[in-house]
């Protein structure tokens, strides 16, 4: 379902957008930033790709605004917290500190409106209880490179046809049974390890999957990416959560409808 123009929340979390990575979808998510307010902003991790900047220096004029936008947001009164992410890890050394406006934080409890205690984590902490396969190398694999050209020439051939952008990438991957296969044990272990802690749910990023899945009080959430599927997180004012998807419009996402049955199977 399409909505208007205006997204007003209480909070908004985003993450894995990888600035200075070709495949990043700047524009699309300057274009939202400018269609939201919210009274808090989480970055949850993955904003900067230093990864890739290391490799190659990419940083085009739309990446640049983008963290102008970020930092307006943080001038004219959005609290926006940054959890550092794996591939900006050198960011989590400012641990409690603040550049500029916006505030630097490894992990974060968050409450909801309604009370919820949620763990915010990029979610890169879980790879230390796993062994994976497929997962680690999701971003640095040449097959993961080439669904992502996949992904920008099907796109640019759509945008031709006036058609809106659809995350080819994304579906192709969730259609991989190794892939799928490491982002439930993925799932799995971030709701494990949450539940441990006695939170009441979970929100993450890291493995470029959004997901809202909500089953007896506990609360999974995947905020997804900004390099495949163009998603947000969003809490309205009492403390609702939905999973937003922008493809030249804002949309909303239906969450799971077998919320934890996979996960806790898996």
Request: charged share 25%.
């Amino acid at each position: 379902m399409s909505v208007s123009k205006h997204v007003n929340a209480r909070t908004v979390w985003i993450s894995d957008v990888h600035l200075g990575f070709k495949d990043c979808k700047a524009d699309y998510l300057y274009t939202f930033l400018d269609s939201i307010s919210c009274e808090t902003l989480y970055l949850v991790g993955d904003i900067v790709d230093l990864w890739s900047l290391k490799k190659r220096v990419y940083w085009p004029q739309e990446h640049y605004h983008l963290l102008l936008k970020l930092y307006e947001l943080a001038e004219k009164g959005t609290r926006v917290i940054y959890i550092p992410g794996n591939h900006d890890d050198p960011m989590r050394r400012f641990d409690g500190q603040t550049f500029g406006p916006i505030e630097i934080m490894h992990e974060h409890v968050f409450e909801s409106a309604n009370g919820k205690r949620l763990w915010i984590l990029h979610g890169d902490a879980m790879d230390a209880y796993m062994q994976f396969d497929w997962l680690t190398k999701m971003t640095g694999d040449i097959a993961y490179c080439f669904l992502l050209w996949l992904n920008r020439w099907g796109n640019r051939l759509r945008k031709l046809a006036g058609r809106p952008y659809f995350s080819l990438a994304g579906q192709i991957k969730s259609n991989v049974h190794g892939a799928r296969s490491a982002i439930e044990r993925y799932k799995k272990q971030c709701i494990e390890e949450a539940r441990r802690q006695g939170y009441d749910g979970v929100v993450c990023g890291h493995i470029h999957s959004a997901d809202l899945d909500i089953h007896d009080g506990f609360t999974y959430a995947n905020t997804g990416d900004w390099v495949e599927s163009c998603t947000a997180l969003i809490e309205d004012y009492s403390g609702k959560l939905n999973l937003l998807h922008f493809v030249d419009k804002v949309e909303w996402m239906k969450p799971t409808q077998e919320p934890l049955a996979a996960a806790n199977a898996a």
